[in-house]
Every structure is written in C-alpha cells, then in structure tokens.
C-alpha cells in the first residue's frame, strides 16, 4: 500500500491564494510600474515598486503555509505537517481510536487517542470554516475517512480479531 497525502480545504485555499497573490503582485507592482514608467518618465510610478516585496512576501508565505501543511497516510503510520518544525509521526500500534469531529461545533480536527492515554490532535487535517452548512468539507472527510480504515485494516493484519482487541475499544 502507497502512502496518500490530504491537505484540508483551509490549506488548499492558502496555497492557491497564496500564488494568485505572488502573480497579481508582480503583475501590478512590478510590470505595470515598469511600463508605465517606460511610457511616461514619470519617477512616481516607480514608487509603486515598493508594494513587490511586502505583496509577494506575503504570497509566498501563504504559498508556503498551503503546501506545507498536509498529511500523509501510510500503511503503517500517520504523519502531519505544521507550519514548522518536523513532521510528527504516530504509528497505528500507538492509537487505541482516531476520533473525527463531523460538525462544525467543539473541536475542529482529527484526535488520536493513543493507547497510553494522550491525546494528540493533527492540526493539519481540520475543516475548513469557509463552506456553508453544518458539516464538514469533502476534503477533510476523505481525508479522515482513509485515515480510520487504514487505521483499521492495519491493525486487522497486525493483531487479528483473534486477539480479542480492536480499534475504537480501550
């Protein structure tokens, strides 16, 4: 089995926000200065060259924010990415469940209860609060639901329903 990678609908719309914002600031603070300057002399304009970097700064660090933050869904193992710092990984003989919120009221992402009693929640896998209506986007439930089934179906194959503990029980 291959590993998958889900992004939310939250970091999908940063990363391609964040590139709309890289081209539109190039294009108005960097190509129409220039023009405009070319065609007139006036020095004003090239005040505008100001905006280039504070605007696509910005882009790119959302650009970045987008296609950093994700999670990938292994065979044996989840791993998350923040916006800094390493990549957390759990793997699937650590979890007892995967609690999946479905509702947009109290929390908004994916929860590992791991068998040692911690919970740790994957900031990267949450939904989006952009879409109307009181569930959850489809990104985020496709994400989850693979999420739980190979959580499933690893320890289907490691452990055996023979051995009297499944998933979601403690």
């Not at 590139?19 to 129409?32: D, S």
């Not at 023009?35 to 100001?50: A, E, H």
């Not at 916006?83 to 929390?107: D, K, N, Q, T, Y």
């Amino acid at each position: 089995m291959q590993i998958r990678t889900y992004r939310s609908g939250v970091n999908r719309m940063f990363l391609w926000m964040g590139v709309a914002l890289v081209v539109v600031a190039v294009l108005v603070f960097g190509a129409v200065p220039v023009l405009g300057w070319s065609l007139t002399r006036s020095p004003g304009l090239l005040g505008m060259l100001l905006g280039l970097p504070v605007f696509g700064l910005a882009g790119a660090v959302m650009a970045l924010v987008g296609a950093r933050r994700r999670v990938l869904v292994g065979p044996d193992r989840v791993t998350w990415y923040g916006v800094l710092g390493a990549p957390s990984v759990v793997l699937f003989s650590e979890i007892a469940h995967v609690e999946v919120p479905s509702g947009r009221r109290g929390p908004r992402a994916v929860a590992l209860h791991r068998r040692d009693g911690r919970v740790q929640v994957i900031g990267a896998l949450a939904m989006s609060s952009g879409e109307g209506g009181n569930s959850a986007d489809g990104a985020y439930r496709e994400a989850a639901s693979d999420l739980v089934a190979s959580h499933a179906r690893w320890w289907a194959q490691a452990r055996g329903p023979q051995q009297g503990w499944t998933p979601g029980r403690r």
